[in-house]
């Protein structure tokens, strides 16, 4: 068994404990993060709607159906992203091996900190303490040798908890655990598991190669050592961004084609203020496409030198959907993205490149900077808007 130390730590319903900490009106209410529109899918629910069958991904209409008197409460990325940032400032007070998983959720290899804070559990515990004294919030921490037993500790006792696995009770605890515990199990495997018999990870552990090599072929002996809580991969500290995108799941399938690229145009814009707000530029644009079929497609194009400019990014963002729309012109699409890849830091570019794209950059950081101010809706580049709205609001009107 190893000797490293590893957190996994887990904020408790983070975007809707963040809306309760903003809205004290929601403390104890039934909360749930998420669209509200017809294909709206919950992106957080609170503690107090989950004990109604509520959970994360779950269509919002199932869960204002199991809990009728939910109050829904849209995302709001940004504030989310500003609490995630302060967490994970708490995290590298630490160690610089962290090793984040999405907003809310971490890995920290503490090995090299323990003599200095008095072993791993009491890094956890300080670890807790600091995030809610810092953002008012509570997460859950397992504590183990390895990645895989710290996720599974840091879910035994939530929401609050601090759970440590040491190594003379791995066997004991993971064996009575549900198979589904193990992430990387679906539904269709557990039910083809069930089917033989084996409910828990320790009937998976001892389970015969005469069952598991028909389901998991070649990985058998790796998913029978995952079960014995054998993971030997390191935490990874958290690499540059490879790529950035935006993509939006529409209320009702669109087929016109002015509309879709008016969606793209929105989508390009969103992309490239994650883009300039990270200070990077790209050389490669993606467009991803999905049909009311959910069949799914992308298309990508790779440019130099690299830029971080809205209309340059979404000059080709356009071709190339106009391209895979020429193919399928009748097609009616449930969801559209754009994304760009291939990053590298923002640099100054050279005099003659600058001379021509002085302008878009001061039009991009303007528009920028209402965002941040004002939010997205105070302003809307007119390439976003589709004909009937620019016919509403004036714009190309010829002047009388």
């Known amino acids: 068994m190893s000797n490293r130390a590893i957190l996994h730590v887990d904020m408790d319903a983070f975007y809707a404990s963040v809306e309760q900490r903003d809205r004290p009106e929601l403390l104890g209410k039934a909360v749930v ?60 007070e630490f160690t ?15 090995t090299a ?46 929401p609050d908890g601090l759970v440590q696995i040491a190594a003379e009770e791995v066997l004991r605890v993971l064996g009575p655990l549900p198979i589904a515990k193990l992430s990387g199990i679906g539904r269709k495997t557990a039910a083809r598991l069930d089917e033989h018999g084996i409910h828990t990870l320790g009937d998976l552990r001892l389970a015969p190669d005469a069952i598991l090599w028909p389901i998991f072929g070649r990985f058998a002996r790796r998913v029978r050592e995952r079960a014995a809580g054998i993971d030997d991969r390191p935490v990874v500290a958290d ?8 993509e939006e799941t529409f209320a009702e399938d669109i087929r016109d084609h002015v509309r879709l690229q008016a969606e793209l145009a929105l989508l390009a814009d969103r992309t490239c203020e994650r883009l300039r707000a990270k200070q990077l530029m790209a050389t490669q644009v993606t467009v991803k496409i999905r049909r009311k079929d959910f069949t799914t497609y992308t298309r990508q194009q790779t440019f130099a030198p690299p830029t971080q400019d809205t209309g340059l990014i979404l000059g080709i963002a356009r071709t190339l959907l106009a391209s895979w729309l020429d193919t399928q012109p009748r097609a009616a699409l449930r969801l559209l993205g754009v994304g760009v890849s291939q990053l590298a830091p923002a640099s100054q570019l050279e005099l003659f490149q600058l001379s021509k794209s002085n302008d878009s950059g001061n039009l991009d950081a303007a528009v920028d900077s209402v965002h941040q101010k004002f939010g997205r809706e105070s302003l809307q580049r007119a390439s976003g808007l589709s004909s009937s709205d620019r016919s509403m609001r004036g714009i190309g009107r010829r002047a009388p």
């Open 33 to 92: 993060v998420g669209g509200t529109g017809g294909r709206g899918v919950v992106a957080a629910a609170s503690y107090e709607v989950r004990k109604f069958g509520v959970h994360s991904a779950m269509p919002m209409s199932e869960a204002l159906r199991r809990c009728p008197q939910a109050i829904t409460v849209a995302p709001r990325m940004r504030r989310y992203q500003e609490v995630s940032r302060q967490v994970f400032a708490v995290f590298r």
């Open 96 to 110: 610089p091996l962290v090793e984040g998983l999405s907003l809310d959720e971490a890995f920290l290899d503490v």
């Open 113 to 158: 900190s323990e003599s200095l804070f008095s072993g791993a559990v009491a890094i956890a515990s300080e670890v807790k303490a600091r995030i809610r004294a810092r953002t008012g919030l509570t997460a859950s921490v397992g504590v183990a040798s390895n990645k895989l037993l710290a996720k599974i500790a840091s879910d035994l006792r939530k």
């Open 239 to 246: 690499s540059e961004d490879r790529s950035i995108s935006a």
